[in-house]
Structure formats: C-alpha cells, structure tokens
C-alpha cells in the first residue's frame, strides 16, 4: 500500500476532503480535536459562571461541554471523519454529564 500524498487528493471538491484526508492519515487528530474541543467548551463555561456568580457550577458546565461536544461529533459522524467507538464515548460523556447535573441538584 503507498502513502497517500496531498496531491493525491482533489483538494478542489471542497475543505471536507481535507478533513477527511487529515482523518485518514492520522486517525487519533479528530478524537483529539473533540477532546480539546470539549475542554475548551468546559473551561469556557466554567470560568463564565465563576465571573458571573463569583461560584462556578462544574456539574452544568461538564454537561454543556458534553452536549456541545455530542452535537459537534453528530456533524464530524455525517461526514466520515469518526468512527462509531468514538461516537459512543462522546454520547457517553453527554449522558454522563446529564446524570451528574441531575443527582448534583
């Protein structure tokens, strides 16, 4: 099997080819990126409600950052860009989440 190259791929079809190229030749870059996407979104809502209550909340913001990250792999999965064990965990992490929002109030 030879290495796929860039130029081996019809970069004019769109920005999606790339991405899945990307995925192709480096399959943990787009579970990374959701992870970090999911840290990201985390901090982002934590340190939000710190600045706004003067308290963070870090049950609703594991839980924001869970859903956020589960829609943004619902529209990475329409295009193949991760796999279904990669699916199931981010779903997981969201139900997790939810859970931990519910039994903390």
Not at 9 to 25: E, Q
Not at 51 to 76: H, K, W
């Amino acid at each position: 099997m030879t290495y796929e190259t860039l130029s081996d791929v019809n970069t004019s079809a769109g920005i999606h080819t790339l991405a899945i190229y990307v995925a192709d030749t480096v399959p943990i870059f787009m579970p990374l990126a959701l992870f970090s996407f999911f840290i990201i979104a985390f901090l982002g809502s934590y340190f939000a409600s710190v600045r706004i209550t003067n308290r963070g909340d870090l049950p609703a913001s594991f839980a924001a950052a869970g859903f956020i990250t589960a829609i943004l792999a619902t529209l990475m999965s329409l295009i193949p860009l991760i796999s279904l064990p990669t699916m199931a965990i981010t779903y997981g992490v969201a139900i997790l989440g939810a859970l931990w929002l519910y039994f903390s109030r």
